[in-house]
């Protein structure tokens, strides 16, 4: 690792909490693998304090940073600009300094599209199902309504999913989003005629992991390809239902790596490293340093 000195430059990650995010070890790793003098900290800020962080951000000259659970919002009000993509999705999950600027932008969305398409599903005039309707479930029915998927949005709370689709609409191809109450004939339904399904609920998230969003008893069509955005653990129910029925199963890290990447590219200007980004993560998951992530869709 470069030593740190007076030329380092520093990003962060802010949320409440942010102990367990994989995010400082992911890039941190990232700047060792490309011998780059910059640093990535975890930064603690509560609720009610995301001004007075984003001020110290810029005071002591941070270059950017990241953004997570529960400021994703919260941060908007208080940025010099923010990208269409953020704007249409409607949270920020990177920010982006330059003089003397703060710039918001989301990543998430294009971070989940590349974790896709790199597992080879490419999304144009497919149908897709996305179960949960909160940040995650906004980012990702905006990537792939804007890639040309027809997608149907499934959450056991119809409102939310109503609030997200009329959120999203002004940004996506007509028509391209449909809201549908989660329940056990809705999904089966559903599956039977769709080509991806995506799990943006935190259901087999640790500590749950003992649960799917898929049950048990219903057989999964082996036709789908099955992306579980959460990636802890690794290997979720879901994605073992789906391996076990013949389908294919897409874990999150990708995406986690994904988004993660396309900041690194938007603050250093260098092509990030993938391999060394992943096996950070991989081997910090296994180490047990994450088991108590936020939540599986605000990947960072
Ligand atoms: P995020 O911003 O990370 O997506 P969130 O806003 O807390 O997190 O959203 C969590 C999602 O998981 C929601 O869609 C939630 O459904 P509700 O809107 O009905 O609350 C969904 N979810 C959580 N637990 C669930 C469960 N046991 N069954 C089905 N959906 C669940």
């Given amino acids: 690792m470069t030593e740190i000195d007076a030329q380092t430059k520093l990003l962060g990650i802010i949320g ?46 941070f270059r950017g940073a990241n953004v997570t659970v529960p400021h994703k919002e919260a941060v908007m009000p208080h940025l010099d600009s923010i990208t269409e993509v953020a704007q249409a999705i409607g949270a920020v999950n990177t920010l ?11 990543t998430d969305g294009a971070g989940f599209l590349a974790a896709l398409q790199e597992a080879g599903f490419e999304p144009r005039g497919r ?3 996305v179960l949960g ?19 149907t949005v499934l959450n056991r709370t119809l409102s939310r999913t109503e609030a997200l689709i009329q959120h999203l609409a002004p940004a996506v191809p007509p028509n ?16 039977v005629r769709a080509d991806l399904l995506v799990n943006a609920t935190s259901v087999g998230m640790w500590p749950d992991a003992e ?71 991989e081997r910090a998951l296994t180490a047990g340093e994450a088991q108590n992530c936020p939540d599986a869709g605000s990947v960072v």
């Fill in 96 to 106: 982006v300094v330059g003089e003397g600027r703060l710039v918001g932008d989301n």
């Fill in 176 to 191: 391209s989003l449909s809201p549908r109450l989660l329940d056990r004939d809705a999904l089966v339904e559903e599956a």
């Fill in 16 to 61: 409440w909490p942010v102990e367990h995010s994989l995010s400082p070890t992911m890039h941190n790793a990232a700047f060792a693998a490309l011998g780059l003098n910059w640093v990535y900290l975890p930064l603690p800020v509560p609720p009610g304090q995301v001004e007075a962080a984003l001020r110290g951000l810029l005071t002591l000259g």
């Fill in 211 to 281: 649960h799917s969003p898929w049950p048990d008893e219903l057989p999964l069509p082996s036709h789908l390809t099955v992306f579980d955005l959460v990636y802890n653990p690794p290997e979720t129910r879901l994605l073992r239902q789906a391996r076990r029925a013949g389908a294919q199963a897409i874990g999150g890290l990708g995406m986690l790596v994904h988004q993660g990447a396309l900041a690194f590219r938007l603050w250093t200007g260098h092509s990030p490293p993938l391999e060394a980004m992943w096996t950070a993560c």
């Fill in 127 to 129: 149908r897709a199902l």
């Fill in 133 to 151: 309707a909160g940040g995650a479930a906004r980012a990702v029915a905006y990537a792939l309504a804007t890639a040309g998927a027809q997608v």
